[in-house]
């Protein structure tokens, strides 16, 4: 959160904290292309973002606790979606 406000922080952060595991998940997403398992018309920005923005929220926040069953559930929504077809 520091990051939004501290210009000098947030490229820390993104260097050193945040760069090495948006690649390690890139890596994983390509390979899920790959193999037919995920979607190869949604942007690996998009895919990380949408499955680890809520978890990083919900520990900001701590409105409820991030439980590996929570984890779970806020996974399958992301990759399932939220509405009906």
Do not use: I, Q
């Not at 501290?6 to 948006?22: H, I, P, Q, S, T």
């Amino acid at each position: 959160a520091a990051s939004v406000t501290d210009e000098g922080g947030a490229a820390y952060f993104r260097a050193w904290f945040l760069a090495g595991r948006r690649m390690a998940v890139a890596r994983l997403w390509e390979r899920g292309v790959e193999r037919g398992d995920v979607r190869a018309d949604v942007d690996v920005d998009t895919a990380t973002d949408l499955l680890f923005g809520p978890l990083v929220f919900r520990l900001m926040t701590g409105h409820l606790p991030l439980t590996d069953d929570a984890a779970a559930a806020v996974a399958r929504a992301a990759l399932h979606g939220l509405l009906e077809e």
